[in-house]
């Protein structure tokens, strides 16, 4: 199902810069660190990113939610952000089992919101833990095996365009690859963009997250799509339609709910935005999650 994003707007700005003050957490797990925070007060909903990012990518959505009543552990998946780095994988399945180490520590149940192989890693956490994991939301997610789409390089001009900066990401692991992947992935930029490219680009010249992130982009998400079946809560898919790391981002997402038990899956597909709707549209993304939070975590 197609959802409408018409609720009222938040000052997301003025609320993200209340991320500085938050004391970032840590989680050992197996001799290595998950780093996190936590704000608010009410049922969990725990976030997690993308590649090549850190939980700043929230820095606008995690203080929207706990100002309605949300209390929001916001995650650096391994490798990324203040996490530590010499994890033995990097996969979905890695990924997830840290998400639902983070719910049992805070105790659940939660909802995870999980980009791009965030998204992936909420599926299987959701298939693997199902009395912690309430509900997931995944935007831009990358939940199923992708085939080679020589009809869509050829076609449409921004897949190609990502798939070049991407290709060159995974073999040459320059960071300047990385920001023209950015560029393209971010159609328009939020008004803090500079500062936070910054931010981006002093991390992954970082000793070892460059190669943190080349091992996430070569992990296969066939993990995360043969777990699809098994899924038991509610999902909302959320896509953008210049999303660059599809040809067609509202097909993925049909696929990825086709994939799903019948009548678990939603899907949004917010107009204009590209792989990174909580950064580049965090209002419509708001509106979205609000109703589906409400629907799935009860409060006390």
Known sequence: ????????????IQLANRMECFVTEYLSIAGNTIAYDVTGQGPLVVLAHGIGDSRHSYRFLAPALAAQGYRVANVDIRGCGDSSLGWDGYSRTDIAGDLVAVVRLLGGPAVIVGQSISGGAATIAAATAPDLIAGIIELAPFTRAQPFDLGGLVRVKRFRAGYTQMAQVIMRGRVENWKKYLDVALPVKPTDWDDELARIEAKLNEPGRMKALQSMCKSSPADAGAQLPNVKCPVLIVEGSADPDWADPRAEGEKIIADLPPGLGELAV???????PHVQLPDQVVALTLPFLDRTLTRA
């Open 1 to 12: 199902m197609t959802l409408e994003a018409n609720a009222a707007s938040f000052t997301l």
């Open 270 to 276: 917010i107009d204009g935005a590209g792989h990174y």
